[in-house]
Nanobody
Framework: HVQLVESGGGLVQAGGSLRLSCAAS????????MGWFRQGPGKEREFVAS????????DYADSVKGRFTISRDNAKNTQYLQMNNLKPEDTGVYYC???????????????????WGQGTQVTVSS
């Protein structure tokens, strides 16, 4: 069965960095859009970043633009989120998402993703 498994979360001080990974199994996502979302304490889940199947096109929420970088390795069926200059407001559970209906461009809408990971906690202390 299809699984997306995130890893790489943890506790970091403000200004620090973390790299999240999302390994997919059960089917290939190499021809489809993938993305990252997060849910902060007491907040709704929100879009963070998305990447087209080729890895050439990316999209970011304004709040993370210039600090986060999304990438993917289709040979490994894995996507990544490099997070630099972390801020306390980046704290939350980070979710990996994959679409099996869309390949070109990038997606911000949650219903357009078909598979989700269980999430990994990121905590940024001030």
């Amino acid at each position: 069965h299809v699984q997306l498994v995130e890893s790489g979360g943890g506790l970091v001080q403000a200004g620090g960095s973390l790299r999240l990974s999302c390994a997919a199994s059960g089917r290939t996502f190499s021809r489809y859009v993938m993305g990252w979302f997060r849910q902060g304490p007491g907040k709704e889940r929100e879009f963070v970043a998305s990447v087209a199947w080729s890895g050439d096109s990316t999209d970011y929420a304004d709040s993370v633009k210039g600090r986060f970088t999304i990438s993917r390795d289709n040979a490994k069926n894995t996507q990544y989120l490099q997070m630099n200059n972390l801020k306390p407001e980046d704290t939350g559970v980070y979710y990996c998402a994959g679409s099996v209906r869309y390949s070109s461009g990038f997606i911000r809408s949650q219903p357009m993703y078909d598979y989700w990971g269980q999430g990994t906690q990121v905590t940024v202390s001030s």
